[in-house]
């Protein structure tokens, strides 16, 4: 069951994040640039994404790489919970994509826009990590409504064993200013536990067709002036058998 509140502090805490955050290309962590971040992702989503069917960039931020969809799909919604930051990525992306706000955990407006615009193929980007444990079986049903009979949904999260270098990140003094203005906002980036992640997919109607390992390098830098790398994970799925 969802918890309502936290759900609804969660998206207001956001909300505030995408209005304090600079709209400088590059400000947020996870902003790194589409060479590294989707364009990597479409060496694996590529060949299952039916390229009649609409794609969804669930969790769209800024718009940075929804840009690169919207360059190779004939129409793409980038869809936030955020107003600010749907508002930053109309401004910039506006060109070549749709941007709407949508809250993965409303069901009437997850019905409301597969009644729109059918089966999708379905983009999501670290987004069930951060929802509290309540509300990613609600939020992964969604994922699965929007794909619908004949889209299929590449999600890509944090891995297992992102915490732990999260922690010794943070564990150095005013190291890594980016996430902690993350973590500043009440936003808690919690990876998945070891079978989590395959298990939301499986309750929600989902087979797994592809998944791997993969890391993000961020727009964060280390004090030896290294690259932050995030360890994440990857899940292509869609409905009825594997």
């Not at 800024?62 to 793409?76: A, S």
């Not at 794909?147 to 005013?174: K, M, Q, T, W, Y």
Request: aromatic share 6%; charged share 25%.
């Amino acid at each position: 069951m969802v918890n309502e509140s936290a759900s609804n502090d969660l998206a207001r805490n956001w909300e505030q994040y995408w209005l304090d955050l600079p709209s400088a290309p590059g400000a947020a962590i996870w902003d790194s640039d589409p060479s590294v971040n989707v364009a990597r992702h479409h060496a694996w989503f590529g060949e299952h994404f039916a390229p009649t069917l609409p794609v969804l960039d669930i969790g769209c931020g800024n718009g940075t790489q929804t840009r690169f969809l919207g360059e190779r799909y004939d129409r793409v919604i980038g869809l936030d919970v955020a107003e600010a930051a749907i508002a930053l990525a109309r401004g910039t992306h506006g060109d070549v994509a749709e941007f709407r706000r949508l809250d993965l955990l409303d069901p009437a407006a997850v019905e409301a826009l597969h009644a729109e615009v059918g089966d999708a193929n379905v983009y999501v980007r670290a987004v069930l990590h951060q929802l509290p444990a309540s509300a990613r079986p609600a939020a992964a049903a969604a994922l699965a409504r929007l794909a619908g009979e004949s889209g299929h949904l590449f999600d890509i999260e944090l891995a297992p064993n992102a915490g732990s270098v999260f922690r010794d990140v943070l564990s150095v003094d005013g190291s890594v200013p980016k996430l902690r203005e993350v973590l500043a906002h009440g936003i808690a980036p919690a990876e998945l536990a070891d079978g989590e992640f395959e298990r939301l997919l499986a309750d929600a109607g989902l087979s797994v067709v592809d998944g791997g390992r993969s890391t993000l390098p961020s727009t964060e830098h280390l004090p030896d002036g290294e690259r932050l790398e995030i360890p994440l994970q990857y899940l292509v799925a869609r409905r009825g058998r594997a």
